[in-house]
């Protein structure tokens, strides 16, 4: 994680990544277990389920609904 941030703000200077602005969504539980432990919000994907990350997602970050930003069709998935 460290390396991508030095290369996004080796091309972007202006950019401002903190722990706090960070959020980490990985397979890998052991790297979820470091970035809790260095402050960094994260977020497990289970491989087997990817679509669950979405609500953990929402739940984690104290949103009831996707941004707006986000197609509809991920909200619609699942449901019905």
């Known amino acids: 994680m460290a390396s991508a941030v030095e290369e996004l703000c080796a091309r972007c200077p202006s950019l401002v990544i903190t722990?706090?602005?960070?959020?980490?969504?990985?397979?890998?539980?052991?790297?979820?277990?470091?970035?809790?432990?260095?402050g960094v919000r994260a977020f497990w994907l289970d491989p087997c389920r990817p679509e669950e990350v979405v609500e953990s997602l929402l739940g984690g970050m104290g949103m009831s609904s996707l941004p707006p930003s986000l197609p509809p069709s991920f909200s619609e998935e699942g449901e019905g």
């Open 19 to 38: 722990r706090g602005s960070t959020v980490l969504i990985d397979d890998d539980r052991s790297n979820i277990d470091v970035a809790l432990k260095a």
